[in-house]
């Protein structure tokens, strides 16, 4: 769907409601960085490292060697306590020359935190900035009502500072409940137009290819 996947040093907005595979989606993407020797780090402001390996394992993902390789870190934050400002200090931080790949699962909770500091569109702008610079690619969930809406509680400059927005949506077919998902935009990309259904099933989200 994406013709390639998601180009090196870009930022990808993945949005959708919950449930409909966001985080899953980014774990499976810091994976594959793994499996190509990308480091990769992960910010979660939801479930917890033993939660996410938990899921993972779910699926057959076993993401422990990757750690203790040092290829992957998974970082939790209670969003009740969210620092911004230290959020980014503690990114730039773990920041090395390896690292490829970064995961913030998810921005939904940035407002609340950012009440009576600077502005979002400031915070956000910054935050791109640092990655474009550094060179590898960053990934923001978001939790979205609408498909093609913006993530509650985040700011829109988000879809324009983006270069590549994947959306996921539930649809309900004769009482089942199914996941589908589209690229938005993607920068310099021929990317599908259309939105292509998918299960969450026994490997994990999985999207037909047919035609790419
Ligand atoms: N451990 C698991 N066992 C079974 N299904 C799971 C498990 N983890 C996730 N799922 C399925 O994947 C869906 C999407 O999960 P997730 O990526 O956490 O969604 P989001 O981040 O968009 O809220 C869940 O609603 C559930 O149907
Ligand atoms: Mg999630």
Not at 111 to 126: C, F, I, P, Q, R
Not at 142 to 168: H, K, M, T, W, Y
Not at 201 to 207: I, L
Request: some cysteine; charged content about 20%; aromatic content about 8%.
């Amino acid at each position: 769907m994406l013709r390639g996947g998601i180009p090196e040093g870009t930022t990808t907005l993945v949005s959708g409601a919950t449930g409909t595979g966001k985080t899953l989606l980014a774990l499976s993407w810091l994976m594959q960085g793994c499996r190509e020797g990308q480091a990769g780090l992960l910010f979660s402001l939801e479930e917890n490292a033993g939660r996410l390996l938990e899921n993972a394992r779910h699926f057959g993902w076993d993401l422990e060697p990757f750690m203790e390789w040092g290829l992957l870190q998974l970082n939790h934050q209670s969003p009740v306590e969210l620092d911004l400002d230290r959020l980014l200090h503690t990114i730039r931080a773990k920041m090395t020359e390896r690292v490829k790949r970064v995961v913030i699962d998810s921005i939904s909770t940035f407002a609340l935190a950012m009440a009576g500091k600077e502005s979002h569109v400031d915070y956000l702008w910054n935050l791109v900035r640092f990655f474009k610079a550094s060179g590898a690619s960053l990934l923001l969930t978001g939790e979205a009502r609408e498909p093609f809406s913006f993530p509650q509680d985040s700011s829109s400059v988000l879809f324009s500072l983006a270069d590549n927005i994947i959306c996921l949506q539930h649809r309900v077919e004769n009482l089942i409940n199914k996941c589908a998902i589209a690229v938005l935009k993607m920068r310099g990309s021929d990317h599908a137009k259309e939105w292509r259904e998918f299960v969450i099933g026994g490997t994990g989200p999985a999207v037909p290819v047919a035609g790419d």
